[in-house]
């Protein structure tokens, strides 16, 4: 069966793919693991591959996510380490899911006040 557009996936197994992470993370050396550098390492030349293989292979799915999980765990240690850390927050919102949130309670019920300008509408 012909693949249905673009051309056919890269790895065929996730054992295949995991090889590739694990070259990834061996050999960096002083860099830091990022999503585009894993992204680079498996042979893709845009997130998107990544992100096809999560949403149309989900044998796949464990696979990409603990490689994540692995550069998300590093981000989060340079949290520990580093007093400048917008750039890893930046990171950890756009790679991860991360956001700032803020509650907001009200209590009391919303008391509506005509004026003069409101009865002449």
């Given at each position: 069966?012909a693949h249905?557009?673009?051309r056919p996936?890269?790895?065929k197994?996730?054992?295949?793919?995991q090889?590739?992470?694990?070259?990834?993370?061996?050999n960096?050396?002083?860099?830091?693991?990022?999503?585009?550098?894993?992204?680079?390492?498996?042979?893709f030349?845009?997130?998107?591959?990544?992100d096809?293989?999560l949403?149309?292979?989900?044998?796949?799915?464990?696979?990409?996510?603990a490689?994540?999980?692995?550069?998300e765990?590093?981000?989060?240690?340079?949290?520990?380490?580093?007093a400048?850390?917008?750039?890893?927050?930046f990171?950890?919102?756009?790679?991860f899911?991360?956001?700032?949130?803020q509650?907001?309670?009200?209590?009391g019920?919303?008391r509506?006040?005509?004026?003069?300008?409101?009865e002449?509408?």
């Amino acid at each position: 069966m012909a693949h249905a557009g673009g051309r056919p996936p890269f790895y065929k197994t996730p054992k295949q793919m995991q090889e590739a992470i694990d070259a990834y993370f061996d050999n960096l050396g002083d860099r830091p693991p990022t999503v585009t550098g894993l992204v680079l390492a498996l042979g893709f030349d845009h997130r998107s591959s990544l992100d096809y293989y999560l949403a149309e292979k989900p044998e796949f799915s464990g696979t990409i996510k603990a490689a994540k999980s692995r550069i998300e765990e590093f981000l989060e240690q340079t949290l520990y380490r580093q007093a400048s850390v917008t750039g890893i927050i930046f990171n950890l919102k756009n790679n991860f899911g991360w956001k700032d949130e803020q509650k907001v309670e009200h209590s009391g019920g919303v008391r509506v006040v005509a004026t003069d300008h409101d009865e002449k509408l």
